[in-house]
């Protein structure tokens, strides 16, 4: 065996390809996409064109993955191969779980560095530190960096400020649109695209046999006679657009482009005030929650779509619900196919049995095999795990981090856990949903089950790809005949071909405009991170949207915490809660947004409340002046300015000019109660004495120190206030004159 010889990687330890060196030697000229097969060392160029850069042009190289089990795998990876990174204080992994406080110390000290994409982001909008000595940053699962994902950022901010920068960026699955290719392209400013198919000569040699089998599933008469119960119910409701004035398809052709196309002339005519918009836009909610039932019978089975079902009547008959669901609950037929589902004993689907056989048999031959079985719902995953179990096959689901209704999510530690387990041979098989199919390296992993078919062919790709990366490999699909599963699987493997056809016409190199700075754009520099300018506090959960980003390009400090009330603080004054009008709405109607917006108030000298883009008018069938009323009572009974802006964009503006004039009043410390349950009498008494005209919080903490007490402060003359630093004579005056004012 050749091994590749390089004074920082490790010797005879990283086997020498063509296909790889070639494709490094290229990414060294310029940002390079990289689109390669699952299983062929995506991460093994990584490594290559990382030792180079360290080599050649020394700094820091970053290496970024969308979750943090991808991470742990690089950094594993390169640990292992790379001999650049020096002591353990070299090696840095960066992830939700690393407290932000420490991050900047770590970052200073480290010459290479795995991180998630949006704790880097976070990063750089606070400016705890800046990429110009990163020489190298790396991009794994590229085709995520599309609208506001934090890669784009991420990849912009680099771009402006790294002494010598060079982006490599890398997928099995870009997308099956060249218009999709086009935009990832722009996005991280890859000019030159590198690709190798399973078919090129250099490949073929280290290509292992991955087998696939479809296995047609017969939909059982009971779950036929419900889907076409559903499809009825649908048909009726179709027919109904007909009398709003709307041409829709038929029911068999009809397809998600022909759906948005309808919604998009459903919002057109609400734009114009036409009732019929509404009607329509409501009855648009009942044909979506149909299909959806429709497609959870065919794929996923009774017991789901009974699950569905129940949960769709029970909150079209309890307050609260929506209209849609209300009216699907008072139909007879929908309430009686409710009855039937009810009476199902056991599933009826037989894909789960299917499953169990096609894993035992598996095991039977092969004892040390390892399976992964990949369903969309995790309901499903875990019926799936409990099946397995049943039936003597150890097995065990890997999930997203969030809990929904009542199934509970994996924390990152623990997904990191269950594949160290999978890898070990602890259990046999694992049970997915879509968190397992982006990256993760089991190499040992003999056979895939697809629980049913996708039509994304991103998602069949890194399904497919998570086998046959060491050896012969064997994927299995699981079809219900006459279904959506075989439109999903063609729909699939059509664009599978196309992906690969318009990567091969886009060809080597594509122009990538360099967008110019946006009007008023700061370069954020480390030095220029001055108690200066005026921050603003963000709260954590608003860092995906592009008002922070923008806020940062405007030359604002940016803190982020986590606000108990508000999305952004400033100074110890203002919190503002951002609301797009349709979610404003929605609160209204669906929420509490009164009580939100009493909390706001209750936390701040001077609450406001932003509602942003569209016609508030024209986001739900509710009359105008019961929105007025709203406003009204917003403004005049909790006392909250409301501000109106177009976009984003127009918000970012806006935050900005009050930021800067609250900077002018000379108090530049945000100390917002972030926790109100947690506010210190120190703070209190700081709030009190700040409420006071031309006083602000700076102020207040001086008349404190020097006077000791509210008390004092109130007793005090005109001369011993004046005398405090930065009162002087005018506020003093004021200070005494409200504090000696008769109420009335």
């Known amino acids: 065996m050749d091994w590749i010889t390089h004074p920082l990687i490790r010797p005879e330890s990283l086997e020498s390809r ?11 000229d310029g940002n390079t996409m990289v689109v390669l097969p699952t299983g062929l060392g995506k991460t093994a160029i990584a490594l290559l064109v990382a030792a180079s850069r360290l080599y050649n042009e020394g700094g820091r190289v970053m290496m970024l993955a969308p979750t943090k089990p991808l991470v742990e795998q690089h950094y594993r990876f390169f640990r292992k191969y790379l001999a650049a990174g020096g002591d353990e204080g070299s090696w840095r992994v960066f992830t939700g779980e690393s407290p932000p406080g420490e991050r900047r110390e770590e970052f200073l000290g480290a010459r290479v560095i795995f991180a998630t994409p949006q704790v880097i982001k976070n990063d750089l909008l606070s400016g705890a530190y800046t990429l110009d000595d990163v020489s190298l940053l790396i991009v794994d699962e590229c085709h995520r960096a ?7 950022f991420i990849a912009g901010r680099y771009r402006e400020t790294a002494r010598s920068p060079l982006i490599l960026a890398m997928t099995a699955s870009p997308g099956g649109k060249e218009e999709k290719v086009q935009e990832v392209c722009r996005n991280l400013g890859t000019g030159i695209i590198e690709t190798r198919s399973e078919h090129d000569a250099d490949v073929a040699p280290y290509i292992h046999q991955r087998d696939i089998e479809v296995i047609e599933v017969p939909l059982p008469p009971a779950l036929k006679a419900a889907v076409d119960d559903l499809n009825e119910l649908l048909d009726r409701r179709l027919a109904r657009f007909g009398d709003l004035g709307y041409t829709v398809p038929h029911r068999q052709e009809l397809s998600m482009k022909s759906l948005q196309a309808l919604n998009a002339r459903i919002q057109e005519r ?5 009732p019929a918009g509404y009607a329509a836009a409501s009855l648009y909610a009942e044909v979506m929650k149909l299909r959806h039932a429709v497609s959870l019978a065919e794929s996923q089975g009774s017991r789901v779509l009974a699950g569905y079902i129940t949960r769709l009547f029970s909150e079209g008959t309890t307050g609260g619900g929506s209209k849609a669901a209300g009216r699907l609950a008072r139909d007879p037929a929908f309430a009686s196919l409710r009855e039937r589902c009810m009476s199902w004993t056991g599933e009826l689907l037989p894909k789960m049995e299917i499953v169990a056989q096609v894993a035992e048999r598996q095991l039977s031959e092969f004892p040390e095999s390892r399976i992964i079985v990949f369903a969309s719902f995790r309901d499903m995953v875990q019926q799936i795990v409990d099946f397995l179990d049943s039936r003597g096959i150890p097995a065990e689901r890997f999930v997203g981090q969030a809990t929904k209704d009542t199934e509970r999510g994996l924390s990152q530690k623990k997904q990191i856990e269950a594949l160290d387990r999978f890898r070990a041979g602890a259990f046999r098989v694992l049970v997915a949903t879509s968190v397992g199919e982006e990256g993760l390296d089991v190499p040992s992993t003999d056979m895939v089950i697809f629980y049913e078919a996708v039509p994304s062919e991103i998602r069949s790709i890194q399904r497919k790809g998570r086998t046959g990366r060491s050896g012969s490999g064997r994927v299995v699909v699981l079809v219900t005949k006459g279904t959506s599963d075989e439109t999903y699987r063609f729909v699939s493997l059509a664009r599978e071909k196309a992906m690969a056809s318009g990567i091969r016409r886009i060809g080597g190199r594509i122009e990538i405009d360099t967008p110019a700075p946006a009007p008023g754009a700061l370069q954020t520099k480390i030095e220029e991170f001055t108690e200066d300018r005026p921050e603003i506090v963000v709260d954590d959960r608003e860092t995906s949207s592009r008002v922070v980003e923008r806020l940062s390009s405007l030359g604002l400090r940016i803190s982020i915490r986590r606000l108990e009330s508000g999305d952004y603080a400033i100074n110890d004054r203002i919190l503002v809660e951002r609301k797009r009008s349709r979610d404003f709405v929605d609160t209204l109607v669906d929420r509490d947004l009164f009580g939100q917006l009493r909390d706001l108030a209750s936390q701040a000298l001077r609450p406001v409340l932003i509602i942003e883009g569209g016609d ?34 127009d918000t970012a503006q806006l935050l900005a000019v009050i930021a800067r004039r609250e900077g002018e009043r000379g108090d530049r410390q945000p100390r917002i109660p972030l926790h109100k349950t947690a506010r210190s009498p120190r703070e209190e008494m700081e709030l009190v004495i700040a409420s006071f005209p031309e006083i602000g919080a700076r102020n207040a903490r001086e008349l404190l120190s020097e006077l000791g007490s509210i008390r004092a402060i109130v007793d005090a003359s005109e001369e011993e206030l004046a005398r405090v630093r930065g009162i002087g004579q005018k506020k003093a005056r004021r200070i005494a004159d409200l504090s000696r004012r008769e109420y009335s």
């Open 270 to 274: 609400i734009q114009e005030r036409d």
């Open 616 to 649: 508030l008018y024209s986001q739900r069938d509710i009359h105008q002046n019961a929105l007025r009323g709203t406003l009204a009572a917003i403004a005049i009974d909790l006392g909250i300015a409301v501000f109106f802006t177009r976009d984003e964009d």
């Open 146 to 152: 599309v609208g506001n994902y934090a890669y784009v």
């Open 18 to 28: 063509a296909y790889q060196l070639s494709i490094a030697m290229r990414a060294l």
